[in-house]
Nanobody, 125 residues
Framework: QVQLVESGGGLVQPGGSLRLSCAVS????????MSWYRQAPGKERELVAA????????KYADSVKGRFTISRDNAKNTLFLQMNSLRPEDTGAYYC??????????????????WGQGTQVTVSS
């Protein structure tokens, strides 16, 4: 069974940082590109970061570029998202998923229809 378990979210002030983790099981993590999505209140879920299966290439949505860093530890089946300089508009539920790699991040789609519980990130003063 595919399992995606996100953690690391919380309440943080604007300008602060958080590091999210995603523990993966039930599929071959090392051969799958991975991604982080977020869903802000009242908005559609959006892809914010993606990484190739070996970690050699990353792509980011314009809204997070320069502030977020996606990484992975294939030996531990774990995906990370380092979030710096957080803004209120970064608030939302963050989810991980395998992704079908495309040339542009806007055209990528999640591999699995079943999502994890997500981890909540709230940026507020």
């Amino acid at each position: 069974q595919v399992q995606l378990v996100e953690s690391g979210g919380g309440l943080v002030q604007p300008g602060g940082s958080l590091r999210l983790s995603c523990a993966v099981s039930g599929f071959t993590f090392t051969t799958n590109a991975m991604s982080w999505y977020r869903q802000a209140p009242g908005k559609e879920r959006e892809l914010v970061a993606a990484i190739t299966y070996a970690g050699g290439t990353t792509k980011y949505a314009d809204s997070v570029k320069g502030r977020f860093t996606i990484s992975r530890d294939n030996a531990k089946n774990t995906l990370f998202l380092q979030m710096n300089s957080l803004r209120p508009e970064d608030t939302g539920a963050y989810y991980c998923n395998a992704v079908l790699w495309r040339s542009t991040i806007a055209t990528m789609q999640p591999r699995f229809g079943s999502w994890g519980q997500g981890t909540q990130v709230t940026v507020s003063s």
